[in-house]
């Protein structure tokens, strides 16, 4: 049998085997056929066909290095179906933000750790996406991160600026050819000392977000190291703390100068929040779907123990929550598929404003969501959902820092209060 097994088998095999990815999926399948489009549901059953038997293939036990796999996930087309990239001769036929939250349910129900590790990739392909400019290199590093040959990482947060991400310190300073030297520190990328390519904003005056610029950045230049950070609840992401000393970058690889920064900065965070969305979800039904088959095999007093009322009625809660805003993540990916369609592949200003505070309403909610079901699911399976056997381990780590990363919660109230008062203003 394929799948995480653990160290001590503690879960019984009959049960074990139960919880297979295929079942879990066929879980997830089953609630959501109705709500989906054919082309959607389609596509989300395509590449769960692939996890299948990649998991069998490889007998994967979900301890490896999983960025080993993103080659060959790469070539199945599956590390961003954010866009079709036909620019880069890619042309995928499934494309969107909806086919974008199919790719990580189906994802993150066979890896979580995978999931999250790839999504930082895509956020480095999304300014590419923006600002290549058809410029050649630029192209070709968008098409090895998109084909899964490359990893790729974002860096914004710094030792010192957090939450306050505008008043920068790592410095760019424009040399007479037009390229730049970059100097300072970033900490938390994800991916960050494994990249292979970097996204990387930084000042002209420290302090100055008016001044920020966007880099591509090879991490085998000079210049760059990175050492990578401990963080105990995801053990299989590479997170790192990064230091430039006169990192040169030259001109072709400037996509934005001092003063276009900030803007590209904000522009990317609409769709990084909504994946972030998708991912919480996805986490939300992965654990549910865990819970859901145990309980209805685990018996005790001779009874399946979710008909005690203790068990079932709780998880009902859960799942139905999940539910919810699974249709309105659904609903609003559908709106800014509809619109990307309309206008060429970008949102209408307005839309994207408003965007913005449904964003923060669905990544803050979905967040807590995520750990409020991956802890109760696992605390309703007893001994099962806290031990190895299975992904529940790595759900409860994972679905703790979702609420830090992306803007934390009190940024996402900050952006919906500040919201309120504009609309009151309105009235
Ligand atoms: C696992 C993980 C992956 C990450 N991946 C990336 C990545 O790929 N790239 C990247 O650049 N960064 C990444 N980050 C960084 C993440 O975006 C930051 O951790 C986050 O923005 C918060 O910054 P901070 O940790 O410095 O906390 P701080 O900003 O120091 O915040 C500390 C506390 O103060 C609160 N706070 C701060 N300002 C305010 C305010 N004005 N009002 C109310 N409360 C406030 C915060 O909400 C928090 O509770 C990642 C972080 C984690 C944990």
Not at 65 to 74: L, S
Not at 369 to 390: F, I, K, P, Q
């Amino acid at each position: 049998m394929v799948g995480k097994q653990g160290k001590v088998g503690c879960i019984n095999d009959k049960i074990l085997k139960q919880m297979s990815l295929k079942k879990r999926y066929n879980f997830l399948n089953i609630n959501l056929m109705n709500v989906l489009r054919p082309e959607n549901f389609n596509f989300l059953k395509e590449t769960q066909k692939f996890y299948i038997k990649f998991e069998k293939e490889h007998n994967i036990t979900h301890t490896e290095d999983f960025y080993q796999w993103i080659p060959e996930i790469g070539k199945q087309g599956l590390v961003s179906r954010v866009n079709n990239f036909a620019e880069i001769g890619v042309n995928y036929p499934e494309y969107g933000m909806t086919a974008e939250f199919m790719r990580i349910l189906a994802t993150d129900f066979f890896d979580p750790q995978l999931t999250m590790g790839m999504g930082a990739t895509v956020l480095a392909i999304n300014p590419l996406l923006l600002h290549h400019q058809n410029v050649d290199i630029r192209l070709k590093v968008m098409k090895e991160l998109v084909v899964g040959e490359k990893i790729g990482c974002i860096c914004i947060t710094e030792p010192e600026r957090g939450s306050d991400a505008v008043h920068m310190l790592t410095t760019c300073e424009q040399q007479a050819d037009g390229s730049f030297l970059i100097n300072g520190q970033k900490i938390f990328q994800t991916n960050g000392s494994k990249a292979d390519w970097a996204v990387v904003y930084a000042v002209s005056e420290k302090n100055n977000g008016n001044t920020m610029g966007q880099f591509l950045v090879d991490t085998s230049w000079d210049g760059w190291h990175s050492e990578r950070v401990n963080i105990p609840w995801t053990p299989r992401i590479y997170i790192g703390k990064e230091t430039f000393t006169d990192l040169h970058v030259p001109k072709e690889y400037v996509l934005g100068n001092p003063g276009q920064g900030k803007e590209h900065l904000f522009e990317g965070l609409n769709l990084e929040r909504l994946g972030i969305v998708f991912l919480n979800l996805a986490e939300a039904w992965n654990a549910l779907s865990h819970a859901v088959i145990y309980l209805n095999l685990r018996e005790q007093f001779d009874e399946p123990v979710l008909k005690y009322q203790g068990v079932g009625f709780p998880l009902t809660n859960l799942w139905a929550k999940t539910m919810n805003l699974t249709l309105a993540a659904l609903h609003i990916s559908q709106i800014v598929d509809r619109e990307m369609g309309e206008h060429k592949g970008t949102l209408p200003k307005q839309l994207n404003l408003a965007l913005g505070v449904n964003a923060s309403q669905l990544k803050s909610q979905s967040a807590k969501l995520s750990e409020r079901v991956c802890y109760e699911c696992a605390n309703l399976m007893g001994g099962a959902g806290a031990c190895d056997n299975t992904l529940m381990e790595d759900l409860l780590g994972i679905s703790r820092i979702q609420e830090m990363g992306g803007g934390t919660r009190q940024i996402q109230q900050y952006i919906m209060s500040f919201s309120l008062r504009k609309i009151f203003k309105m009235l």
